[in-house]
């Protein structure tokens, strides 16, 4: 599992060690660890690090001073290594040495370093780290903006992103590779700061660190959460999800959610709604009910609100009455935002929302007496947005987006690394609802069958698309599940090829 820590308990660890260890330990491991990818990069692209042009574009702070080490480091190694001094009077004075003693050469001129860094092999970014906020300022926007041949590097984080959110106020430089030190930062996971990190190397430099706020689930936890049958298992042990879709208007809402309820570990799925001749016909495994939620019979779980139309403000109230879990998506939403938060209060069975940024600006008009936010503004903050939300109904929230994001009331909160942007299709999220109520009705926690059905969902959809990538229907992204789930026990177990090629 990837673990993120904000900026203020990285620092706090980073001082609690230091006044264990000599002057400048930490930040020799740093530049290390960072000379040390750097190399491989290098040898990887060119063969070797002998004569590689490496532009260092150092900013002020102990950023630049990884940086300057780190070049220091490969021009003993025979690499032509030019620093660039972004902030002169505020170089940091070790790394400054330590570069020129290793024959390195130092610039202040922009015109002269701009030069180098479009021609260069590898550019150390070292502009801004961890504790910078804001776009790029106005010397340090031409290298955002510059055409480069190699490869860019970020030093613990890409200069322009935000450490903590991943928000970009204005512009930043994308990196290829960025190598972080100690903890992943949240920026580096979520959406839109994650869109400029590239690969990320995590580099261990001994911090003690308390429990991360966030995480990002990978290959090994995924498969430790499925649920599995055992031998004395029924279609009824293993849960029955119950699925409360579609309408007149939008029938296949329901067929989606159904199919991807169908893969999600659940024994059975039981559907109210105006579709079920249609589900019937494509899924006769399905079990169909007269009616609406309060009278389907038992389930360990409910989902709401798929295509609904207007019938999903009596299936939601019946839902939330119930006293099992209940996942509320699109219609349901929509009906949701209207009530407000009051409509979950009282509630003691786990509610799941799953809302895209223009729900969740439905959602949050009004709350707390804000001004209504718009789906652009909650688009650049997403991890706000998803606690915010999490907190004001006091529910699991499922962001969807370019990064997903699922937070809890108590501030947790996971990111999904898997996914596509073929994804961004009609239905993908139907079948993403189905999947999570299954595994809610399979007995796993909300927040993970949220943050599983998410990865789950993401690798179905890389599937289904194939490489390079080509346009995919919902439907194919449901068929893809069991391959993916397959995968994923397979890599976990090291009982198969353990591809993870989604």
Not at 93 to 114: F, H, I, Y
Not at 266 to 294: I, Q
Request: glycine share 14%; aromatic share 4%.
């Amino acid at each position: 599992m990837r673990r993120a820590h904000r900026v203020e308990e990285v620092r706090a660890a980073e001082a609690e060690l230091m006044a264990r260890l000599p002057g400048g330990t930490l930040m020799q491991r740093a530049a290390a660890g960072l000379a040390a990818t750097c190399a491989r990069l290098l040898v990887r692209r060119r063969g070797r690090v002998y004569g590689s042009r490496v532009v260092v574009l150092a900013g002020s702070g102990d950023n630049g001073g990884d940086a300057l080490y780190a070049g220091a480091a490969l021009a003993r190694r025979g690499a032509r290594v030019t620093a660039v001094l972004l902030a002169p009077e505020h170089a940091h004075p070790g790394g400054l040495a330590a570069l020129r003693a290793a024959r390195g050469r130092v610039v202040a001129e922009q015109e002269a370093g701009l030069a180098g860094f479009t021609r260069a092999d590898l550019v150390l970014d070292g502009i801004v780290g961890i504790g910078g906020r804001g776009g790029l300022r106005p010397s340090a926007l031409p290298y955002a903006r510059a055409p480069r041949t190699g490869l860019v590097v970020a030093v613990d984080l890409p200069s322009g992103v935000d450490a903590d959110t991943g928000e970009v106020a204005g512009e930043a430089l994308r990196a290829d590779v960025t190598v972080c030190f100690g903890t992943y930062k949240p920026g580096l996971l979520i959406d839109p700061g994650a869109s400029y990190a590239g690969v990320v190397h995590l580099v261990g430099i001994g911090l003690e660190l308390p429990v991360a706020g966030v995480e990002a689930l990978q290959h090994a936890e995924v498969a430790e959460l499925l649920p599995l049958p055992q031998a004395e298992s029924d279609k009824y042990r293993r849960g029955v999800v119950g699925v409360a879709a579609g309408s007149a208007t939008y029938p296949g809402a329901a067929l989606l959610a159904v199919a991807g309820a169908l893969r999600g570990g659940a024994g059975a799925v039981r559907y109210v709604g105006t579709a079920a001749e249609e589900v019937v016909r494509r899924f006769p495994e399905a079990l169909v009910t007269a009616g609406g939620p309060a009278g389907a019979g038992r389930v360990q779980a409910w989902v709401v609100g798929p295509g609904g139309g207007e019938g999903a403000r009596q299936a939601l109230a019946e839902a939330l009455a119930s006293d099992v879990p209940v996942l509320v998506d699109a219609d349901g939403l929509t009906e949701l935002g209207r009530l407000g938060p009051r409509a979950l209060a009282g509630r003691t069975a786990p509610t799941l929302l799953t809302p895209h940024t223009g729900e969740a600006a439905r959602l949050l008009a009004g709350v707390d007496g804000t001004p209504p936010p718009s789906a652009a503004e909650l688009a650049g903050a997403r991890l706000a947005t998803a606690r915010r939300l999490a907190a004001a109904y006091r529910a699991t929230v499922l962001l969807k987006g370019s990064t997903t994001v699922v937070a809890d009331p108590g501030g947790t909160a996971r990111v999904n690394p898997t996914g596509t942007s073929w994804l961004a299709t009609a239905g993908s999220g139907d079948v993403l609802a189905g999947l999570a109520g299954s595994l809610l009705a399979a007995g796993l926690p909300v927040l993970d069958a949220a943050a599983v059905a998410a990865y789950l969902h993401g690798l179905a959809g890389r599937h289904a698309a194939g490489e390079p990538g080509a346009p995919v229907t919902a439907l194919e992204v449901a068929a893809a599940l069991p391959a993916v789930w397959q995968d994923v026990r397979e890599s976990a177990e090291g009982s198969g090829p353990g591809r993870n090629r989604w």
